[in-house]
């Protein structure tokens, strides 16, 4: 039999607990914002600068594909990056981000073919190749099975993703007839 009392403890030791619980992000925006709560980022990070570029559906999330502005000590560069965040109950949870080194050009815009490779995490099997280019107008992304993509460039910026882990692919930049103009591997 239950008491007044021994309700009164279970109700406030939930109320405790849940009160101790971070609430997650809302939407996958939010998730971006809030990105140092969850996980280890570039040093100078402002998510207050984060501007999204791009976004791709892929393994049950989203992957991001955003600029951002170091602060003082990161130099006052503009960075480009990519985070992937999933759907967890009631929010958004950021699973892992990439910001590259080179930074972007003057007013966040690429001087020339820059890419990296985000990893999903634990959670999800995830490779996704993202980039910018102050060139071309699509991307042929060829993995290590053999397969091809084409993924035209969007405002100068491109993402492409599979639900599986790769540690190779090649890419090459398109002009608006097919020829390349730049090619770049990661083996």
Not at 25 to 38: F, I, K, S
């Amino acid at each position: 039999m239950q008491t007044r009392s021994t309700l009164a403890y279970v109700y406030l030791a939930v109320t405790v607990l849940l009160s101790g619980c971070q609430t997650l992000p809302a939407t996958p925006q939010e998730a971006l914002n809030r990105l140092p709560e969850y996980i280890p980022t570039p040093t100078g990070y402002r998510p207050e600068t984060t501007r999204v570029l791009e976004t791709f559906e892929a393994a049950g999330g989203t992957i991001i594909v955003y600029a951002w502005q170091a602060d003082d000590l990161g130099g006052g560069q503009c960075r480009l990056a990519a985070a992937y965040v999933t759907p967890d109950g009631l929010g958004w949870r950021p699973q892992s981000t990439l910001s590259l080194a080179e930074p972007l050009g003057a007013d966040c815009q690429p001087d020339a073919l820059t890419t990296g490779t985000l990893s999903g995490s634990e959670v999800s099997a995830l490779t996704a190749v993202f980039g910018a280019s102050d060139r071309g107008v699509a991307v042929r992304l060829t993995w290590p099975d053999g397969q091809t993509k084409v993924v035209p460039l969007t405002n100068g910026v491109f993402v492409q993703a599979r639900p599986e882990v790769f540690t190779t692919w090649e890419l090459e930049l398109l002009d608006a007839f097919g020829n390349v103009i730049e090619r770049e591997s990661l083996t």
